[in-house]
Each structure stands twice: as C-alpha cells, then as structure tokens.
C-alpha cells in the first residue's frame, strides 16, 4: 500500500508523500526564496508555507523570480 498523494504542479501530474509544502519545494530543486506559490487558485504567503501540508489533489503553480535589467 502507497502513502503517495497525486499533486498537480505547474500543470503536470506528479507523486510525492504527504509533506510541508517547504519540503516539497527542496524535494522539487526548487530554492524556496526564489519562488512564489499558488495553491488551489490562491496566492500562498511565505509566512503560511510552514504549515501548509500538501494534500491529494492539490493544485500548485510554482513561478521562479529572476533578476535582471
């Protein structure tokens, strides 16, 4: 038996297991100071990130800041 969740990041299906979105954003090579967060169709503040856990059928768009003139 999996404890794996379906997640839907940035558009693609993918597996992961039930986790802080912050792990989440590691796992995904992502630099969580360096990203904003969409979750479920809402703009995620970093200051609720530690305690937001990634659930079935959550919808994540996750955006990269890049500098530069």
Not at 54 to 69: A, H, K, N, S, W
């Amino acid at each position: 038996m999996s404890d794996k969740i379906t997640l839907v990041i940035n558009g693609e299906t993918r597996s992961c297991l039930p986790q802080t979105l912050p792990d989440l954003l590691q796992q995904l090579g992502f630099n969580p100071r360096l990203v904003a967060v969409e979750y479920n169709g809402e703009i995620l503040h970093r200051q609720f990130w530690s305690e937001t856990k990634v659930q079935q059928g959550d919808r994540l768009e996750i955006v990269t800041i890049v500098g530069g003139g």
